[in-house]
């Protein structure tokens, strides 16, 4: 069950207001009683609240005052543009999102929404890299973005300069969905020469940004959408990065998680990849074609059927099954485990171990649960 629409109407009240993020709001709400009920405590009360103080309690009265009596009745509530928006409590909204240690208070999102089917069930590959790279870089990205998109794998990025441009520029060539994680509100382009190119992902794929409606654009939320876009997606490739990168924030998350991290090689004298190349030193998996990765992943959740894609094991989720490692790893699950228990039972990596979950997932043989565990399908 989803939040109620009352409820809904006053978390997306109480989002607009300044100097409240994800742990101050969660105090008003429970320091209060509910948002509904907050709208009514006095100065003193909002003071006292975890994490507050006189200054905020200054600016949420104030804020109060601008809504007046009866915020839900604002026009501003009821726009056509605010319906495109998922919270906290709403089933549409991805189980790996809600688990962030910072959720966003909300998503905005246009474009296809039926994307967010294979999004919720984590079924997207996020492809990330340098604002600044090589041409060799840029062509990988958009090999990369035509080949995913022509397995029927949605393509989630940043639609930055370079790396992220490229990926879902190849993503809309191969008539894919290309998943664009911004940085910037909706009705923003940055950079502005992607104008065409974000209304075009925003026709055929999914923008979608944690951004209120005309909100400043900082440079603070740029690396902050990584997280996002690693929640999104099942694997993560690493085109080409720097040493310094929000690129690099994107793999050690993923790192953490226990995801698959592919990295694309590139010349050891290029300062542009010399934290891709340091990645590969410590493990991660090199890419060195787009037919690798597609062999790996095995056919997306958007694949067309007779489309002839390369297949992961054996051809079809029968060879998948038969194969003796994945009975070895069903065997391994039993009535259900995580991938740390996993990891145990096989004494095989993480990352070899997430690959086979997701084609046994796709096979509909596993089911995931929360917290990196899978039990049968």
């Not at 409820?7 to 742990?23: D, F, I, K, N, T």
């Not at 990369?144 to 940043?158: D, N, Q, R, T």
Request: positive net charge; contains cysteine.
């Amino acid at each position: 069950m989803g939040w109620p629409a009352r409820r809904r109407l006053w978390w997306r009240l109480w989002c607009r207001c300044p100097g409240l993020g994800w742990q101050r709001l969660q105090a008003l709400e429970q320091g209060c009683g509910s948002l509904e009920e907050a709208w009514r405590a006095p100065r003193r009360q909002l003071e006292a609240l975890p994490g507050w103080g006189a200054r905020l309690a200054e600016q949420v009265v104030a804020f109060r005052l601008s809504w007046g009596d009866d915020p839900l009745l604002h026009p501003a509530l009821h726009r056509r543009e605010d319906r495109r928006l998922l919270l906290p409590g709403d089933r549409s909204l991805p189980p790996a999102v809600r688990w962030l240690e910072r959720p966003p208070l909300a998503l905005h999102w246009r474009g296809r929404g039926s994307l967010w089917a294979p999004l919720r069930r984590r079924q997207a590959v996020a492809v990330v890299g340098t604002r600044r790279p090589s041409l060799h870089g840029l062509s990988m990205a958009r090999q990369l973005g035509e080949a995913l998109a022509g397995a029927g794998w949605p393509v989630v990025s940043g639609l930055a300069e370079g790396i992220d441009g490229a990926v879902h520029d190849g993503c809309l060539r191969g008539s894919g969905a290309p998943v664009a994680v911004l940085g910037t509100p909706l009705d923003r382009v940055y950079p502005r020469h992607h104008d065409r190119l974000q209304h075009q992902v925003g026709e055929r794929g999914l923008l979608v940004t944690e951004q209120l409606p005309g909100a400043a654009v900082r440079p603070g939320h740029f690396a902050e959408r990584n997280r996002l876009q690693v929640a999104l997606a099942a694997a993560v490739v690493v085109v080409e990065c720097p040493e310094r990168s929000g690129a690099l924030h994107s793999a050690e998350r993923a790192w953490r998680e226990g995801l698959p991290l592919w990295v694309v090689p590139a010349d050891t004298g290029k300062a542009s990849a010399a934290g891709s190349n340091r990645l590969l030193a410590r493990g991660a998996t090199p890419l060195l074609e787009p037919g690798d990765l597609i062999r790996q992943l095995g056919p997306g959740p958007l694949a067309r059927k007779g489309a002839g894609l390369p297949t992961a094991i054996g051809s079809g989720a029968s060879a998948v099954i038969c194969s003796e490692p994945a009975k070895a790893l069903l065997d391994a699950v039993g009535a259900g485990a995580s991938l740390e228990q996993l990891c145990q039972r096989l004494d095989r990596p993480a990352d070899q171990l997430v690959t086979a979950l997701l084609q046994l997932e796709l096979a509909g043989v596993l089911q995931a649960e929360p917290g990196l565990c899978w039990r049968p399908g």
